[in-house]
């Protein structure tokens, strides 16, 4: 999804060089300039199982005017190599996405000067080789594609990735707040524009699961102290919540040996116990459901008076007179 691909072949228009000297200080010629167009992100589902809506198209382009291009998400001043000038979202004809949706894209045109420092990095863009992009932005919304929660400001038990009655589970970013750069990466999270999203330390709209991916994929990364105490909170539910499993899980493992002990009385129940202690909590409730349905049945009483079969006289023709 997240499509940062540099376009090969595209040849700047004249008006191009007319808005790119809106960001320079003095007039440059078009031979001092080397302009190249490039996708940032798209609509489709990505590697971290989400997606822009179209409207969040629409809110970065216009956020992404003036901002620099980077490589590696570095913030050093040395490092950066580029930066956009004009930005457009165009829906894609004939492609779809994951979930069926028109395929949009939102495309930038950026602008380097031609100098011996990025004579390196215009030769690796021409011969393909430095073509994936990656984008750093900040989203209000965080939406759940199965229970339309905003991840933003409730916890929603679906997880990305997952199916739910054959519908998957996605988030969808909305509410574009700031955008920050694009950068040179190697792997994006897009798999054809490379997006990597960061969280807003707003009051209200801090993402645990933004936070996490932050925590795994970063090499290094400063947290607010509001961002520090939630991740902490977050910790501690997690703990609690696996606690309460840990004691049901245990609890099912017993009543399962005991129920166990009646429908299979030549069992040894130590063997059971220790089998049970390692079943996932949905195998232990299949065990418990088939255990009650066995004893129920054996259980249940037999009529105390059973009608006898008529006889039909069969077999006797010997003793009449």
Not at 172 to 201: N, W
Not at 208 to 237: P, R
Not at 264 to 291: N, Q, W
């Amino acid at each position: 999804m997240k499509e940062g691909i540099i376009e090969k072949g595209y040849t700047p228009e004249k008006d191009d060089y007319e808005k790119i000297m809106q960001f320079t200080r003095k007039p440059f010629s078009e031979e001092e300039l080397y302009v190249f167009r490039v996708m940032l992100c798209n609509n489709d589902i990505d590697r971290d199982n989400e997606k822009f809506s179209v409207s969040a198209l629409n809110e970065l382009a216009s956020l992404f005017i003036g901002k620099t291009g980077i490589k590696d998400h570095s913030m050093k001043s040395e490092d950066q190599t580029a930066r956009i000038f004009d930005t457009a979202v165009e829906q894609i004809s004939g492609r779809k996405t994951a979930d069926g949706e028109p395929f949009y894209a939102l495309f930038a045109k950026a602008y380097m000067v031609i100098s011996p420092e990025t004579q390196a990095l215009i030769r690796d863009i021409d011969a393909g080789i430095k073509k994936e992009v990656s984008v750093s932005c900040s989203m209000a919304e965080c939406i759940c594609s199965i229970c339309g929660e905003n991840k933003r400001k409730t916890r929603c038990t679906h997880i990305p990735g997952r199916d739910y009655e054959g519908r998957r589970c996605f988030n969808i970013l909305s509410g574009a707040q700031d955008a920050y750069e694009f950068s040179f990466v190697a792997v994006p999270a897009q798999r054809e524009a490379g997006v990597e999203k960061s969280f807003s330390t707003d009051e209200g709209s801090i993402d645990m699961q933004d936070i996490i991916k932050s925590l795994s994929t970063a090499q290094e990364i400063t947290l607010s102290a509001k961002s520090a105490n939630e991740l902490g909170e977050y910790i501690k539910s997690l703990e609690e919540q696996a606690e309460l499993g840990r004691e049901y899980k245990e609890s099912l493992a017993r009543q399962i040996t005991k129920l166990c002990e009646k429908a299979i009385p030549y069992m040894d129940l130590k063997t059971f116990a220790g089998v049970a202690s390692v079943m996932t909590t949905d195998e232990l409730l299949k065990f418990k459901a088939a255990f009650e349905k066995q004893n129920a049945q054996a259980e249940k009483p037999a009529p105390q008076l059973a009608k006898a079969e008529r006889s039909t006289g069969k077999g006797l023709n010997e003793f009449k007179i």
